[in-house]
């Protein structure tokens, strides 16, 4: 069973304690610039739709150049975006877009 | 988020409320802990591993991303990278708690920051105001009963059981992850700002994605987009955001609130 993972988890521990433990441990030291802690908060959304859209529409060819491709993806990605928007509730937006994905291959399409 | 305008409860009554309360973030928990772990099987990620990852990093969309990049085979410095600034949102909420968690041993401190999340922060910080006092072990029961166990035991029983679904893409399962992402930025979405850094990373991260490859175009839109949605004004409206592990509403925005005012109001 493989175990080379179980460093990347704690690397990901070792720059995610620090922001959850410094101001805990050592008060004061979160007094950051009203700038820094805006860019901090606008990095989440940020990273995900990056992650998001980049997963969603980037495929590598044989060559292993990439591609803007638009695939059925797409619209179970964007139903799931829609659906939490509108009711605020995430896995509700999963179960619906993997859903109707899976319902389009079922018939061939995608 | 002040003691001193806390409708006080009686401790027992405040930890009653407090379970309940938990119940439904350790529900919530599950269901995204199991998908995590499907996710994490599905990118090769062995039981050993998925669970290392919910033990150690305990971070759902730090998690989630990193098994797109583990399936994409992709370098782990983005993903290091990647993690510190999704992650860098606790240092509000550890703000929020520090001036309250004062008389707490300093060795039990750390513990308890190691599971402080988006969801043990609105549970600690509701049960407080609640009892209009620290409360360390209400701190605990919706940290660790209400995210850690639950979380770590689905991650588990994703991770294992999802070796008896043969083809998970004729299931839709590969939909998963970018969904999760793109569900989860929208959460984060709450304001002008938010929509336009996320359209903006969203953009550069597809346009460099495919002219210098994903593990560039990724982060280079997760970072460049804050910047962009920085010039937008700020309406000063926002809704809750949702959290990385569960969905479900925390107020980011109190936590901010707590920070700027540190020092103002006797905490």
New interface residues.
């Given amino acids: 069973m493989s175990t080379e993972l179980v460093l990347l988890a704690l690397l990901m521990a070792a720059v995610t304690y620090p922001s959850r433990a410094l101001p805990m441990l050592a008060p004061g030291i979160e007094r950051l610039p009203p700038r820094m802690l805006l860019y901090l908060r606008l990095v989440g959304p940020a990273v995900l739709a990056s992650i998001a859209a980049t997963e969603t529409l980037v495929r590598a060819d044989e060559t292993g150049a990439y591609h803007v491709v638009l695939g059925v993806e797409i619209i179970g990605v964007v139903l799931c975006a829609a659906i939490v928007a509108w009711r605020r509730n995430l896995f509700l937006g999963l179960v619906a877009g993997v859903g109707v994905v899976a319902a389009l291959r079922a018939v061939g399409v995608g | 988020m002040t003691a001193s305008a806390a409708p006080t409860l009686d401790l027992r009554a405040a930890r009653r409320q407090l379970l309940l309360d938990t119940a439904g973030i350790a529900v919530?928990a599950v269901?995204?802990g199991f998908?995590f772990g499907l996710a994490a099987r599905g990118a090769?990620?062995?039981?050993?591993?998925a669970a290392?990852?919910s033990?150690?990093?305990?971070?759902g969309?730090?998690?989630f991303?990193?098994v797109?990049y583990?399936a994409a085979g992709l370098p782990?410095l983005p993903?290091?990278v990647?993690?510190?600034?999704?992650?860098?949102?606790?240092?509000?909420?550890?703000?929020s708690?520090?001036?309250r968690?004062?008389e707490v041993p300093?060795a039990r401190?750390?513990l308890?920051?190691?599971v402080?999340t988006d969801e043990a922060f609105a549970l600690a910080a509701t049960h407080f105001h609640r009892v209009g006092r620290v409360d360390v072990p209400g701190y605990w029961i919706g940290a660790v009963l209400g995210v850690f166990i639950p979380w770590n035991l689905a991650t588990l029983a994703g991770v294992l059981l999802g070796g008896a679904i043969v083809d998970p893409?004729?299931?839709?399962?590969?939909?998963?992850?970018?969904?999760?992402?793109?569900?989860?930025?929208?959460?984060?979405?709450t304001g002008r700002?938010?929509?336009v850094?996320?359209?903006?990373?969203?953009?550069?991260?597809?346009v460099l994605?495919?002219?210098l490859?994903?593990s560039v175009?990724?982060v280079?839109?997760?970072?460049?987009?804050?910047?962009i949605?920085?010039v937008m004004p700020d309406p000063g409206t926002h809704v809750w955001?949702?959290s990385?592990l569960?969905?479900l509403?925390v107020d980011?925005d109190a936590a901010?609130d707590d920070?700027a005012h540190l020092g103002e109001d006797g905490l």
């Fill in positions: 919530s269901g995204f998908v090769g990620y062995s039981p050993i591993e290392a990852m033990v150690f990093a305990f971070a969309a730090a998690q991303a990193a797109g583990v782990w993903i290091v990647l993690t510190f600034f999704l992650n860098a949102r606790h240092l509000l909420y550890s703000a708690l520090a001036p968690l004062r300093l401190r750390a308890m920051a190691h402080l893409s004729a299931f839709g399962l590969d939909l998963v992850f970018p969904a999760a992402m793109a569900g989860l930025a929208v959460g984060l979405a700002r938010e929509v850094a996320a359209g903006a990373g969203a953009g550069i991260g597809v994605s495919v002219l490859g994903p175009g990724i280079a839109g997760g970072l460049i987009g804050p910047a949605g920085m955001p949702e990385d569960t969905g509403p980011l901010v920070v």
